[in-house]
C-alpha cells in the first residue's frame, strides 16, 4: 500500500501473485473523490468476496436506491422564526389635571366679621384677655392680683355714642375737674388708641367735649421721646391721646406721671381698614397689656383711674 494519494494503493507490486481478474475488475471501476466513502464501501465488500458478484450487483443496487430515495424526498428546509417586534414598555403618563387643588385659605378677621355684626367689647373681654396672656407664666396668686373688680371700669361704649358724647356720659363734672388740675407732666384723662392717625381723629371728634383744656399728642410719629418730656415739663395738659408705646416709654423715663390721672380710655371697638381692632395687632396689644401691667392696675385696683372701653 502506497504512502501517498499519489500511489494508488489498490494496485499490488509485480510478483506478489495477485490475480488477474481482479485487477481487471479494479482498473476499470472508476472512483470519484465526491463518492469515495461510498466506493470504499463497495470495493471493501468486493474484496472480503471477490467470487461473489451477486454481492457487488446488491451494493450497487443500494447505493443507488439510496440515491433515489434521497432524491425523491423534498429538501426538509428549517423554518426560520419570524423575528418579534420587542416593544419598550413605558409607564402610562398620567394626564394633568388642568384642575389644581386649591389651598386652604387662612380665615382672616375681615371674613369673619363680614358675616357677623359687630360687638361691643365688655368688662370682661378685658379679664379674659389679660388671664390668656399671663395664663401660662403666672401662678395663681400672680393672676390674682391682675384681676379687676366691675367698680373698677366705667360704662361700655354700646356702638350708639360718639367720641364726645361717650366722654359726657362717663365724665359729667369734667369742667371742675379741668379747673383742679395745675400739675404737670400729668394729664387727668388718658386715651389709648392703635395708630397715629386714630389719635388725631379722635382729637377732632371730641372738640365739643374738651372745651378750653390742653390735649397733647403721645405718639412716635414726627415727635421725638425728649420733646414730649420737655412740653410736660413746662406745661400743664389736661388729656393725652395716644398709643400705648410711647405712652409706656415716657412713663418708663419719668417723662409722665400718672398719680393725677382719673380716666383711661381704650379705643377698645374700632377697627381699621382690614377690620382689626387695636388688640388684634400683636404690637399694640403686647404694648397696652404691658402699660396694664406696670401701673394702670395697681391704680385701678386702689381706686385712683377708672377704665372706660370706647
Not at 494496485?11 to 482498473?27: L, N, R
Not at 468476496?49 to 428549517?78: F, I, L, Y
Amino acid at each position: 500500500m502506497g504512502d501517498t494519494l499519489e500511489e494508488p494503493w489498490w494496485e499490488t507490486p509485480a510478483g506478489t501473485g495477485g490475480s488477474p481478474e481482479i485487477e481487471e475488475k479494479v482498473t476499470f471501476l472508476p472512483i470519484g473523490k465526491k463518492d469515495f466513502c461510498s466506493d470504499f464501501f463497495l470495493l471493501k465488500n468486493f474484496f472480503f468476496d471477490p467470487s461473489d458478484d451477486e454481492a457487488v450487483e446488491k451494493a450497487s443496487d443500494n447505493r443507488t436506491a439510496a440515491h433515489q430515495d434521497s432524491d425523491s424526498k423534498p429538501p426538509v428546509t428549517k423554518k426560520r422564526k419570524q423575528p418579534t417586534e420587542c416593544f419598550l414598555s413605558q409607564p402610562e403618563e398620567k394626564q394633568e389635571t388642568t384642575v389644581k387643588a386649591k389651598r386652604r385659605k387662612k380665615k382672616k378677621i375681615s371674613d369673619i366679621l363680614e358675616k357677623s355684626a359687630p360687638k361691643a367689647g365688655v368688662p370682661a373681654d378685658l379679664q379674659n384677655l389679660l388671664s390668656q396672656h399671663f395664663g401660662e407664666n403666672r401662678s395663681v396668686i400672680e393672676l390674682e392680683e391682675l384681676k379687676l373688680s366691675d367698680t373698677c371700669f366705667l360704662p361700655a361704649n354700646d356702638l350708639t355714642h360718639s367720641f364726645s358724647s361717650y366722654l359726657k356720659e362717663i365724665c359729667p363734672k369734667w369742667a371742675k375737674l379741668r379747673k383742679n388740675h395745675k400739675e404737670k407732666k400729668s394729664v387727668v384723662m388718658l386715651v389709648i388708641c392703635g395708630s397715629a392717625l386714630r389719635s388725631l381723629e379722635l382729637i377732632k371728634s371730641m372738640t365739643a367735649f374738651k372745651g378750653d383744656c390742653k390735649v397733647l399728642k403721645l405718639f412716635a410719629k414726627h415727635i421725638k421721646i425728649k420733646e414730649h418730656i420737655n412740653m410736660l415739663e413746662k406745661g400743664v395738659f389736661h388729656i393725652g391721646v395716644g398709643t400705648p408705646g410711647r405712652v409706656k416709654a415716657l412713663v418708663e423715663q419719668d417723662g409722665l406721671c400718672l398719680n393725677s390721672t382719673k380716666y383711661m380710655i381704650l379705643d377698645w371697638n374700632w377697627r381699621d381698614q382690614k377690620l382689626r381692632r387695636m388688640m388684634d395687632i400683636p404690637e399694640i396689644k403686647k404694648e397696652t397689656i404691658d402699660l396694664l401691667e406696670m401701673c394702670i392696675i395697681k391704680l385701678c385696683r386702689e381706686g385712683s383711674v377708672k377704665l372706660g372701653l370706647f
